[in-house]
């Protein structure tokens, strides 16, 4: 089953990758710092290696977000999502992996969920 791992942030510190330019990342000791960021290249190596990473991409920072509506037949096209969110989304994973158990396994291993959220949604095949 595939999912996309929705990884969120804050913009003042947005740089991919994102964890690395957190505050509370930046206050852990250079040896927390480290480790934290071996673990998540080894997951990287992990889930590439198993096949179990299908994409992932960063996103641009969130000035250049727009939303699109119609209503009443006229598009309005605005600025960002929520101008007066503190956090946006920061860019995505898909993974392949067995079920929901597996998928949370793997999202809780990404340094974001450390500081953050990740979100984790089933893809629905349409095809």
């Known amino acids: 089953m595939k999912y996309m791992l929705l990884i969120y ?11 690395l330019q957190n505050p509370d990342f930046l206050a852990l000791s250079s040896d927390e710092r480290g480790e934290l960021t071996e673990r998540f290249e080894a997951l ?7 096949g179990e990473l299908v994409t992932g991409a960063a996103l641009a ?9 119609v209503r009443d037949g006229v598009p309005a096209t605005t600025d960002g999502p929520y101008l007066e969110a503190k956090e946006h989304l920061a860019g995505y994973f898909v993974i392949d992996c067995d079920g929901p ?7 809780s291993r990404f340094p974001r ?15």
């Open 9 to 19: 942030s804050n913009p003042e510190n947005l740089e991919h990758p994102i964890f």
């Open 44 to 50: 990287h190596k992990e889930i590439t290696e198993s």
């Open 61 to 69: 920072h969130p000035v250049n977000t727009r939303t699109t509506r």
């Open 101 to 107: 158990e597996r998928a949370a396994e793997i999202a």
């Open 113 to 127: 969920t450390w500081f953050a959220a990740v979100d984790i949604h089933p893809i629905v095949d349409c095809a």
